[in-house]
């Protein structure tokens, strides 16, 4: 059951609450609905990947209210205190450095070295993040290849049942997803054209920003180069060889193990975290078969890219 919760007081305390105990709750933000999670929460972002049928692990944009709280996970620059100031509450994601300590979860950055933050401008967004009181990751409330919610009834259309509430707030009113620049390359970088017009973000800048090669997003998470771990990875393994660490699932243990009970969720929330750790072991990876149903798909989308050659 989806609670459809109102815009009041009691709506967004109950929202609060719900993201508090790792639940997902659609929320309305200026541009479009997000399927809100708690970033620093691995169970919680994974269960964002299971309610959308995402087949892959991409990264996710996470919600913060205000540019203070950015750069407690990102490292800051001069563009990005020039941008901040310019656009944020607003339409804008900002790719930064991952900052150190960040603590939010290897799956919301897909195991990447930086992440993408956004300060929502709707009043019923800025809300739910000054209650929930954290990070919260967000990607639209659609599920995986259906367009962008811009209703609570576009969310529950899609996604009643897979998710615990939508906080309805009426419609969205920029409806275009919000306009990604890349300030961890060495030029500003369009990443995904959206709410914001590249020429304002050009004008605040002055100077020209490069276009990312791909008509829409650059999804890190899709290129088979995106996340490999130096070592060698076999996929399949039932055991170690001599010289191999085993990544584990189930009852084959391993030197780690995504989910001694077989849980997909935890192994989704784990994968990152523990192909990083092994790899920092420097010896070739086996890793136990994972089901391929669920979560399983995109853990094992994810385990492909890392074994293909390179
Ligand atoms: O308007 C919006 O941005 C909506 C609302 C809910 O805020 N959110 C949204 O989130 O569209 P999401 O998670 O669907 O956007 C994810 C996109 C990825 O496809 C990727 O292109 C980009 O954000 N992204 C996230 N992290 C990235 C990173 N570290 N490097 C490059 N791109 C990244
Ligand atoms: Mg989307």
């Known amino acids: 059951m989806t609670e459809i919760l109102r815009p009041d007081m009691a709506g967004i305390d109950r929202a609060a609450t719900l993201l508090r105990s790792g639940g997902l709750v659609a ?3 200026e541009t479009v609905y997000g399927l809100a999670a708690d970033a620093c929460n691995g169970a919680a972002v994974a269960r964002i990947y299971a309610a959308k049928g995402r087949p892959s692990f991409n990264p996710l944009i996470v ?4 540019a203070d709280d950015a750069r407690r996970y990102g490292v800051w620059s001069d563009l990005a205190e020039i941008l901040a100031t310019a656009f944020w509450p607003g339409p804008l994601t900002l790719v930064l450095p991952l900052a150190p300590d960040h603590g939010l979860s290897s799956l919301v950055t897909a195991g990447l070295d930086s992440v993408a933050l956004r300060v929502p401008a709707l009043d019923m967004a800025q809300q739910v993040l000054r209650a929930f009181g954290g990070p919260v990751a967000a990607p639209s409330a659609n599920p995986s290849g259906r367009i962008s919610a811009t209703t609570a009834q576009h969310v529950l259309d899609g996604l009643s049942g897979r ?7 009426g419609p969205c009113p920029v409806g275009l997803e919000s306009t990604i620049i890349g300030l961890n390359h060495p030029r500003p970088t369009l ?3 959206g709410g914001l017009p590249v020429e304002a973000i050009e004008a605040a800048l002055g100077e020209t ?4 090669n791909g ?3 650059i999804a890190p998470g899709q290129l088979a180069s995106h996340y490999a771990p130096n070592a060698r990875v076999r996929l399949n393994a039932l055991s170690a060889e001599p010289d191999e660490v085993l990544l584990g699932f189930g009852p084959i243990e391993g030197d780690l193990n995504l989910s001694p009970s077989g849980d997909l969720i935890e192994a989704a929330a784990q994968l990152f975290d523990h192909l990083h750790a092994l790899d920092a072991m420097n010896k070739p990876i086996a890793v136990a078969p994972v089901p391929d149903h669920g979560l399983g798909r995109a853990i094992n989308d994810r385990l492909r890219r890392a074994a293909a050659p390179r």
């Open 63 to 66: 919600h913060v209210a205000d």
């Open 163 to 169: 998710i615990d509430a939508v906080l309805d707030g």
């Open 209 to 212: 920003i490069d276009v990312a």
């Open 27 to 29: 929320i309305p933000t």
């Open 215 to 217: 008509a829409e997003i």
């Open 191 to 193: 990443l995904r054209a």
